[in-house]
């Protein structure tokens, strides 16, 4: 639904507002929607130390999963930009990397659903959504060390 995933994509804006980036200066937001309702978000965590990065999509899913909501999600929005003043931007829509797309297929797998990931420019205006089984195909999850049927 369109209404749902603007919604999204306005939460991952704001998170990407939090976003520490000081090495990159790329701010990226994750917003998660739970079978609830409830939306869950998370901005990239960056280290001087530059390869032990959090992804926003990483630090979103640590959320719920320290929650006990790992088996909860319903739907994603990621967005990414670059800051100016308070206004992301950037024209290009923002895709998980592969580690992201990972990580989101251990919570798509334990909560039975093939989430709908809606990838978001900086700006907002331009929007790709795919399942995550587009995204990733043929993954190795849970199901395969026999934890789901
Ligand atoms: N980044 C994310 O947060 N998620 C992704 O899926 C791709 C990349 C972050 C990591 C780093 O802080 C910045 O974007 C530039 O790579």
């Not at 200066?25 to 994750?30: D, I, K, L, Q, T």
């Not at 998660?32 to 130390?49: M, R, Y």
């Not at 798509?108 to 093939?114: F, G, H, L, N, V």
Request: proline fraction near 4%; charge should be negative; aromatic fraction near 4%.
């Amino acid at each position: 639904m369109t209404e749902t995933r603007d919604t999204l994509i306005d939460a991952a804006r704001d998170a990407a507002n939090r976003a520490y980036a000081p090495y990159s200066g790329f701010h990226v937001g994750a917003a998660l929607l739970l079978k609830n309702g409830d939306v869950v978000t998370g901005a990239n965590v960056e280290n001087a130390s530059y390869g032990l990065t959090l992804c926003a999509e990483n630090a979103a899913v640590a959320k719920i999963a320290n929650e006990g909501w790992i088996g909860e999600l319903a739907e994603v929005a990621i967005v990414g930009g670059r800051p100016d003043g308070d206004a992301l931007i950037g024209s290009d829509p923002v895709h998980p990397c592969g580690r992201c797309r990972q990580i989101l297929n251990e919570a798509a797998e334990r909560s039975k659903t093939d989430i709908l990931v809606h990838c978001a420019s900086g700006d907002g205006k331009t929007v790709k959504s795919y399942r995550l089984s587009e995204l990733l195909p043929a993954a190795f999850g849970p199901k395969d060390l026999g934890l789901i049927d």
